[in-house]
């Protein structure tokens, strides 16, 4: 009796335990996942910003903001719909294909505000369709049909997934200003894709009631840019695009057939799915191929932008989070193409500009982003307004948002200094890929080898960038070297060697600022106690991508410890300041390596240039 | 490396100038102990004209800072930009040496 009822009682909590123990699990998922900070302990939240990352505002304030990020990035529904109006997609095919985008959107916002596994950034930085798969996109769709776009964007998002943990080393084959090449030639082949959808030899020629229509869209959004303030101009395109649909109304220009279909939509309805086919198909290897890298270069610069915004400590980018980051963004990207949208996604930078812009970068507002999206896919009413979209307004929105591409693609490319070598590679690349758009019929001439990567003007801007990159590197690593006696320590003398170097390398100021205070304060530290006799020996190299210092001294080696010191550590002990010094240097410099080889030390600073 | 005081009101400010390195940190350190000692207890320290810090520099701010506190004083940092500002950031010194924009708002805050 006694043990049945053990039994029993045993039982019974083992039942209760159940429930228990799940909840405890979900917790622990939900506290990774979402509630543990995602910001470092040292970052102090710039004066800027009401709310950083790991904030926590009221409901009001992260629906309102949730609802802006939303119509900012309404936009880009362009991209997908050119795509769809590209293989003459029935309306209520689009509308569905539509839906099933803002799923996606849904799940890349998600996956990368939360932190499952090597998975997400948790930034809030919302996911949007993006232009760096428009134009290979529509190749895809003429040449194959929806299958073969939704087959080449999953291959785009393995790659795009696929690098995000080598990005940095990529750097000397991809460098900033090719990525900025990219981002513009991007920009200029999807502009002109879209121009030649209404002014193209194969097109219906333009009415004068479109030229009027796309005027006003256009004129719209550019004017509520410019002189409007606060929501009308952070929601500038949401209101254009209504403008312009209100104007073609007027105009005429709403087919009252395809509107009936509008009508007859629900309000409610799940995506559906049977569209869904793949195909692949190599020849557009290198289109894609270049799209995902630029998507996966956009993505690490716009995550790099959300850490300089939430911390006011930033040195540099934290690259564990960008490459968790990058992940997500192209697995959203397989995810897209796997679900069968037109389209790869990318993580929004005019988000990240809003959020600054606003003062508000916390997680609860890509939660609350998500959860529109999610919701607008399961409206078909509103997705049908979009898929009747009238051409006029269309063209407008798209000429919008590549302006801004192109221009974010110039930037990036004069964010550099742009020496002889860089002055080649540039304009010797745009030459080509604008020669493709202007003279299509010149590819004919070439090699079918040939033929077949310079198709695109975006594929074959970017491979004579590249090539030229390459070659363009011989010759580019100068070194100089500096002696220094233990007896005869003069820090300006050390300052002066590496400042007049990094001036006549062109190097850029702050990294010659950081190699010279590496190489002093390694000389400070070093001096009392690991370093008591003979000839250190400074080894300066540098080229375009980096700069290298190696100091190698006889004596200790000096400890670079990762957590700075306690402060009763720095204060109190005599070692202090060696300490300090050491984890100073750590920070200082992107790699630091030291060793010890026949009693002499070496200590490798490196920097990225 | 130089140092320049200056009175406002019960307030001293010093005006380091030059490098605060291994070589100058003592005689940095030394001044500010002469002026707690003489009962000069609510400091601001003015790095606009400072050159370079050094860890041992900030060592001797960090003792600063608790030698003042002991006195019931306090310490006030002001003046801080481009370089120097980047290596109170690589010490990650946000809230042991909290920054004060201009020299009035550190004048303020210790008084």
Known sequence: ?609 | MDVVEQLAGSVTIIEPRGRIDSATAKEFGDCLSKLLNAGRHQLVIDLHSITYISSAGFRQLLIAKRSTQDKNGKLAVCGVSGEVKRLFDIGAFGELLPIHPTREAGIASVQ
Not at chain 1, 16 to 21: D, L, S, T, V, Y
Not at chain 1, 139 to 162: S, Y
Not at chain 1, 515 to 537: D, N, P, R
């Open chain 1, 1 to 609: 009796m006694s043990a049945a009822l053990n039994g029993e009682v045993s039982a019974v909590s083992a039942e209760e335990g159940r429930p228990h123990e799940t909840s405890n699990t979900i917790r622990s998922f939900l506290r990774r996942a979402y509630s543990a900070p995602i910001l470092p302990p040292t970052a102090r939240k710039p004066s800027s910003l009401i709310y950083n990352a790991d904030d926590r505002p009221s409901i009001a304030i992260a629906l309102s903001n949730g609802v802006q990020h939303v119509g900012l990035i309404s936009i880009n529904l362009v991209y997908p719909l050119l795509i769809c109006r590209a293989v003459d997609a029935p309306i209520p095919m689009v509308e569905n294909l539509l839906s099933v985008g803002m799923i996606v959107l849904s799940f890349g916002t998600l996956i990368q505000v939360l932190r499952l596994g090597p998975i997400g950034s948790g930034y809030m930085l919302p996911s949007t369709f993006t232009a760096s798969y428009f134009a290979p996109g529509l190749i895809a769709a003429r040449i194959g049909g929806l299958p073969l776009v939704f087959g080449m964007t999953i291959f785009a998002g393995a790659l795009e997934a696929f690098v995000a943990p080598m990005l940095n080393r990529l750097r000397t084959f991809l460098p900033v200003e090719v990525s900025g090449l990219v981002i513009f030639m991007l920009g200029v082949a999807a502009g002109l894709a879209g121009l030649r959808t209404v002014l193209g030899p194969t097109a219906t020629p333009v009415n004068s009631a479109e030229w009027v229509v796309a005027a006003m869209t256009l004129g719209s959004m550019t004017a509520l840019n410019i002189w409007a303030k606060g929501l009308a101009r952070m929601l500038c395109a949401l209101i254009g695009l209504t403008i312009g649909y209100a104007v073609a109304l007027t105009a005429g220009l709403l087919n009252p057939a395809l509107w009936l279909l509008v009508d007859q939509a629900a309000w409610l309805g799940i995506p559906q799915f049977g569209h869904v086919a793949w195909s692949f198909n190599a020849t557009l290897i290198a289109p894609f191929a270049i799209a995902s890298l630029a998507a996966a270069m956009k993505a690490a610069g716009t995550l790099t932008i959300c850490e300089k915004m939430n911390d006011s400590t930033w040195v540099r980018p934290n690259m564990r989070s960008i490459t968790r980051g990058v992940l997500s963004d192209g697995l959203a990207t397989m995810v897209a193409g796997i679900a069968g949208t037109p389209g790869g996604v990318n993580t929004s930078t005019p988000s990240a500009a809003l959020s600054s812009a606003t003062g508000v970068a916390s997680r609860n507002i890509a939660l609350v982003a998500a959860a529109i999206f999610f919701t607008l896919g399961f409206c078909p009413k509103l997705t049908a307004v979009l898929a009747v979209m009238p051409r006029a307004v269309v063209v407008a929105a798209l000429m919008y948002a590549v302006t801004f591409i192109m221009i974010n693609g110039l930037q990036i490319m004069m964010s550099r200094m742009l020496d002889v070598r860089r002055t080649f590679v540039l304009g010797l690349s745009i030459l080509a890929g604008l020669t493709i758009e202007v003279f299509p019929k010149s590819v004919s001439m070439m090699p079918s080898e040939i033929a077949a990567v310079a198709g695109s003007s975006l594929v074959a801007s970017t491979a004579i960038a590249l090539l030229l990159n390459l070659v363009f590197r011989i010759g580019a690593r100068k070194t100089a070297t500096l002696n220094v006696e233990r007896e005869q320590i003069d820090p300006q003398k050390i300052e002066n060697f590496l400042f007049e170097q990094g001036k006549a390398w062109g190097a850029r100021q702050d990294v010659t600022n950081r190699a010279s205070f590496g190489v002093t304060q390694l000389i400070e530290a070093i001096a009392e106690t690991c370093w008591k006799t003979g000839k250190m020996v400074v080894r300066a190299s540098f080229d375009e991508y980096r700069m290298e210092i190696a100091v190698t001294y006889p004596g200790e080696r000096l400890e670079l410890p990762e957590e700075r010191p306690s402060i009763e550590q720095i204060r109190d002990s005599e070692d202090g300041a060696r300490l300090l010094g050491g984890f100073m240097l750590r920070r200082n410099a992107d790699h630091i390596l030291s060793g010890i080889q026949d009693g002499k030390c070496t200590v490798h600073f490196h920097y990225d240039h």
